[in-house]
């Protein structure tokens, strides 16, 4: 009967604890949706908290080096930005910047509008 009990008593902090972790899934992706809007929106110093926060949240360890801020997110956030990359086919860099490319956008000609684009010759 103590058995039975103890083991009723274990299922229920098991469901218990599966309930609390699908409810911190839920905030966690929903967080993860809406943290750019969060952050680009809000704007002012009564809101600096909360970006700190967001920030906090988001990054382990978040370094500047000269004029780069480099970043390292935490594990789950850093899972969710992978699968994301994954899915859009990007190539996942271990060290993230927030930094453009310093290679300019090719803007060029190239061959597969070459005939579009004749040379004009004087006339």
């Not at 274990?10 to 309930?19: E, G, I, M, P, Q």
Request: no cysteine; proline share 5%.
């Amino acid at each position: 009967k103590i058995e039975q009990e103890e083991v009723m008593d274990s299922l229920n902090k098991h469901k218990n604890a599966n309930l609390k972790y699908y409810d911190m899934g839920s905030t966690f992706l929903q967080m993860a949706k809406e943290a750019r809007k969060i952050y680009v929106n809000r704007s002012s110093i009564e809101m600096v908290d909360d970006k700190k926060l967001l920030m906090s949240l988001l990054f382990s360890n978040s370094t500047i080096n000269g004029k780069k801020v480099e970043i390292s997110y935490h594990k789950a956030f850093k899972m969710v930005s992978e699968r994301v990359m994954q899915m859009l086919g990007e190539k996942i860099d271990e060290k993230n910047t927030f930094e453009p490319p310093k290679e300019p956008v090719n803007k060029g000609k190239t061959p597969a509008f070459a005939d579009v684009n004749p040379i004009w010759l004087p006339g």
